[in-house]
């Protein structure tokens, strides 16, 4: 099993839609986690931390089950500029191999 | 704040050849992390450095390798160039506490080898 799956999409979504994305992990002794947005031939960026309790961001709100392991992003009122790949990142603690894990993320495009 | 800074942009190379990517984290970080990531995939752990030490490595051979100096910026070598190196390099940095922080990544080198 990987240790962190993420449905590759293409999520094709008309702009003002709601759409969520669901990301798996292995490891039950991950310890932290984070939702980055990446665009084409562009580095990650940190779109938000994932904590237990869920939080929110604006449009955006996450969510951790960790008795299912696995986390979510929820992202509201879709706007074009949101069109990226979401890489969901899990992390044991390990700060390497262990450590900080990538998804491979999910492709979401945003249509006018 | 600067964020982090990678040199060059761009690189080409041929097979055989060896290539030097260079990192700078943000200022007040002590920890830089390398990662590759080749056309289709995700990101792969390269190299993780802290204080001036290498603390883990990922699943590549040691003709990766690299160090980190005392201002806390990073180099990564890559010897014998194989046409599989092609891939954009990411380098991350953050302040060092890998349990909970957060790691900021560079613009990348693409990397590419004929």
């Known amino acids: 099993r990987k240790e962190v799956e993420q449905d590759p999409g293409p999520f094709n979504v008309p702009e003002g839609a709601t759409v969520a994305f669901n990301c798996t992990y292995s490891?039950?002794?991950?310890?932290?986690f984070f939702w980055y947005r990446q665009d084409c031939r562009k580095e990650p960026k940190l779109l938000m931390s994932?904590?237990?309790s869920g939080n929110e961001d604006g449009r955006f709100t996450a969510q951790l089950n960790r008795a299912s392991q696995y986390i979510s992003l929820l992202i509201r009122d879709s706007k074009l500029s949101d069109s990226a790949t979401y890489l969901c990142?899990?992390?044991?603690?390990?700060?390497?191999?262990?450590?900080?894990?990538f998804g491979k993320g999910t492709h979401l495009i945003i249509q006018p | 704040e600067a964020g982090v800074t990678q040199s060059p942009t761009h690189l080409i190379k041929t097979r055989g050849q060896q290539a030097t990517l260079r990192c700078s984290p943000i200022s007040g970080h002590t920890s830089v992390y390398w990662y590759q990531q080749a056309l289709g995939l995700g990101l792969q752990f390269l190299l993780w450095?802290?204080?001036?030490?290498?603390?883990n490595r990922g699943n590549f051979p040691p003709r990766f390798s690299g160090r980190q100096f005392p201002n806390y910026s990073s180099e990564l070598n890559v010897n014998a160039l194989e046409l599989e190196d092609s891939a954009l390099y990411l380098c991350?940095?953050?302040?060092?506490?890998?349990?909970?922080?957060?790691?900021?990544f560079g613009p990348g080198t693409r990397l590419t080898v004929l």
């Open positions: 994932v904590y237990s």
């Open positions: 991350a940095s953050s302040s060092g506490q890998p349990r909970t922080d957060t790691q900021y």
């Open positions: 450095y802290d204080e001036g030490e290498e603390r």
């Open positions: 490891n039950s002794a991950s310890q932290s």
């Open positions: 990142v899990v992390n044991t603690g390990g700060g390497g191999a262990d450590g900080l894990t």
